[in-house]
């Protein structure tokens, strides 16, 4: 299991930085609409929300590393 999530970091680090912005975003949008669902009743894989989030972080993560390699040269 851990080195599906390593392989998913490598797929990460590997998108260049505007791409991953636009993930984020995207998933922003699509983590929006399923609190939305939730509060309505409507979404009945409630782990996706969980999942969603930890994505969400991973990805920032890895924002935030490029930024701090590029700011260090």
């Given amino acids: 299991m851990a080195s599906k999530r390593r392989d998913r970091l490598k797929v990460l680090a590997e998108l260049p930085a505007d791409e991953l912005r636009n993930e984020v975003q995207k998933l922003?949008?699509?983590?929006?609409?399923?609190?939305l669902r939730h509060k309505g009743g409507f979404l009945r894989d409630t782990a996706s929300l969980w999942r969603m989030r930890k994505e969400?972080?991973?990805?920032?993560?890895?924002?935030?590393?490029?930024?701090?390699?590029?700011?260090a040269q």
């Fill in 56 to 71: 969400m972080a991973r990805m920032k993560t890895v924002m935030s590393i490029a930024e701090a390699k590029g700011g």
């Fill in 28 to 35: 922003e949008l699509a983590l929006f609409h399923a609190k």
